[in-house]
Structures are given as structure tokens and as C-alpha cells.
């Protein structure tokens, strides 16, 4: 058996429909772990880093906007992610979460459950999660800091780095 890592984003129509219960019920059927997560609002230009592998694709902007969750008002520009590991996790998660298309998912999918084409024809998937080892370490390494993850997953050195600012309780 293989551990692997899988990072899974329950995008912004998926927190607007108070699906995060119920599809964290459902992926607790893989018996993996989650190693991390957080919530965050997508700022441009990780939508686009995340989605690079699409950046030609005549559809490219659309799913950009939906993960910045553009599409609903605040406080729905929301994302939860999280990194899952298991053992064999990367074919057993895509199973449970269905085709990107709703309509040509299997209805027991989460996406299937609960994704959708909206009349203007864009898709809510509702969920997104690596499809395999390569885009799963890529999407981990863009979306979390090793630091914020419980276990090392990937290989990490010590480096200083200049000061920054940051944000401090007062």
C-alpha cells in the first residue's frame, strides 16, 4: 500500500450551500487523515497559479472566478482546504468525488450529490481534489506552508528570511 497526500479545496458554492458537514461526513469513508487545513479568501493570483495547468483553455477566467467565489456575494468567497493522506488515497478520493461535470457524474459522488450547472453554464462542483501524486504535491506546496502541515510530507530545510510584515494580535 501507498500513503499518499491529496489536497481537497471545498470551493466557495459548496461553503454558500453549507455542504462542508456533509462532505467532510463523506470523505471520512476513505479513512485517511487530515494533515492540515484552513480557511482562506483566493486572491487572483493563486486561482491562477492553482489552475495553471487550464490557463488556455476558453474557460480558464470562468473557473478562476468561481474559486475566488466572484459568483456570490460576501461572505461566500470562501475556501476550506485541506491535505488528506491514506494509504492508495488519490484513486479512492477521485472516485468519491465524481467527474468535474455534474451532470456526467455518478449520482453517488459527492459532486454528483451535490454539483451543478447553473443556467448561465457554469459548473459548481462544490469540491476539488488533486488527481494525482504530481498535482498533489504541486497544489500542497502552492496552497500550504510546511509549517502549517502536522506531518512532514515533503522534504524541508531551515532558511532565514527577511523580516516581513504580518499581522499581530494587539
Same mark, same amino acid.
Given at each position: 500500500?501507498?500513503?499518499?497526500?491529496?489536497?481537497?479545496?471545498?470551493?466557495?458554492?459548496?461553503?454558500?450551500?453549507?455542504?462542508?458537514?456533509?462532505?467532510?461526513?463523506?470523505?471520512?469513508?476513505?479513512? %485517511?487523515?487530515?494533515?492540515?487545513?484552513?480557511?482562506?479568501?483566493?486572491?487572483?493570483?493563486? %486561482?491562477?497559479?492553482?489552475?495553471?495547468?487550464?490557463?488556455?483553455?476558453?474557460?480558464?477566467?470562468?473557473?478562476?472566478?468561481?474559486?475566488?467565489?466572484?459568483? &456570490?456575494?460576501?461572505?461566500?468567497?470562501?475556501?476550506?482546504?485541506?491535505? &488528506?493522506?491514506?494509504?492508495? *488515497?488519490?484513486?479512492?478520493?477521485?472516485?468519491?468525488?465524481?467527474?468535474?461535470?455534474?451532470?456526467?457524474?455518478?449520482?453517488?459522488?459527492?459532486?454528483?450529490? &451535490?454539483?451543478?450547472?447553473?443556467?448561465?453554464?457554469?459548473?459548481?462542483?462544490?469540491?476539488?481534489?488533486?488527481?494525482?501524486?504530481?498535482?498533489?504535491?504541486?497544489?500542497?506546496?502552492?496552497?500550504?506552508?510546511?509549517?502549517?502541515?502536522?506531518?512532514?510530507? &515533503?522534504?524541508?530545510?531551515?532558511?532565514?528570511?527577511?523580516?516581513?510584515?504580518? *499581522?499581530?494580535? *494587539?
Amino acid at each position: 500500500m501507498k500513503i499518499e497526500q491529496v489536497l481537497v479545496l471545498i470551493k466557495p458554492d459548496g461553503v454558500k450551500k453549507s455542504l462542508v458537514g456533509n462532505i467532510l461526513s463523506r470523505l471520512s469513508s476513505l479513512n %485517511a487523515i487530515i494533515v492540515a487545513s484552513k480557511v482562506l479568501k483566493v486572491n487572483k493570483e493563486l %486561482a491562477e497559479k492553482h489552475y495553471d495547468g487550464i490557463k488556455n483553455k476558453p474557460f480558464f477566467d470562468e473557473t478562476v472566478n468561481s474559486l475566488q467565489g466572484n459568483f &456570490y456575494e460576501e461572505p461566500w468567497h470562501r475556501v476550506i482546504a485541506f491535505i &488528506y493522506q491514506g494509504e492508495n *488515497l488519490i484513486s479512492n478520493i477521485r472516485e468519491l468525488v465524481g467527474f468535474a461535470n455534474p451532470e456526467k457524474a455518478n449520482s453517488n459522488s459527492i459532486r454528483g450529490s &451535490y454539483g451543478r450547472i447553473t443556467s448561465e453554464g457554469i459548473f459548481e462542483t462544490v469540491i476539488h481534489c488533486s488527481s494525482s501524486s504530481y498535482e498533489a504535491e504541486r497544489e500542497i506546496k502552492l496552497w500550504f506552508n510546511p509549517y502549517e502541515i502536522v506531518n512532514v510530507i &515533503y522534504p524541508v530545510i531551515k532558511k532565514k528570511i527577511k523580516e516581513k510584515e504580518e *499581522l499581530c494580535w *494587539l
